[in-house]
């Protein structure tokens, strides 16, 4: 049994904060600690901006992206092109393809993906609000953009199923290479995409 070495606001500090990923034990009392000392900088305003937070974020109903508003800011962007939709598995998904500043469309976020294994299937996932979305018309492209997993390829195909057959295009990520990679260091799944998924020079 570990000995409290403070009082429980902070070791209740200390166990939410091993919560988040990538922290432990260890990491969060370290955290915790340095956010103690930092009390007026660090600690007094992330509390303040936790609650705000959570008394305003919401899921996008169109998009299942989270914001603090509905429909969030990306679904009501007018600059945005909204005859195309890219599908993600992840919030996070969604946010790293807009770092990257690639693509100027509107997102669906699946929530995850599919995984029979789990019991996951098409009603635990937003599937059904993306099939409802092209439905609706006015879209001419959906770029599929998950995962090279087993699971994200399954998800994929269940999706072209639904969605495929009509006046919509459907594309997914290229698979391969990475920028800056060496060939000797990559797995033979990752090569044999790229050589499936070659372009001309």
Known sequence: ???????????????????????GPRSARRAALHLINKKDELLVPLAKAMDLAGERIVI???????????????????????????????????????RATAINARY????????PLDGIGPDDIGIAGLVRRVAEGGISE??????????????????TDQIGGGDVRISRLAHGVPVGGELDYLDEGTLAAAIRSRTPF
């Open 60 to 98: 996008c109903s169109t998009c299942g992206n989270v914001d603090t508003s509905d429909p969030c800011l990306i679904c009501t962007d007018p600059r945005r092109d909204g005859t195309t939709i890219v599908v993600v598995e992840e919030v996070a998904d969604l946010w790293a393809l807009e």
């Open 108 to 115: 669906h976020v699946l929530g995850g993906v599919l995984s």
């Open 1 to 23: 049994m570990t000995r409290s070495v403070a009082g429980p606001e902070i070791e209740r500090l200390i166990q939410l904060l091993a919560k988040l990923p990538g922290l």
């Open 142 to 159: 959906v770029i599929i953009a998950v995962n090279a997993t087993v699971e994200g390829q399954t998800t994929a195909h269940y999706i």
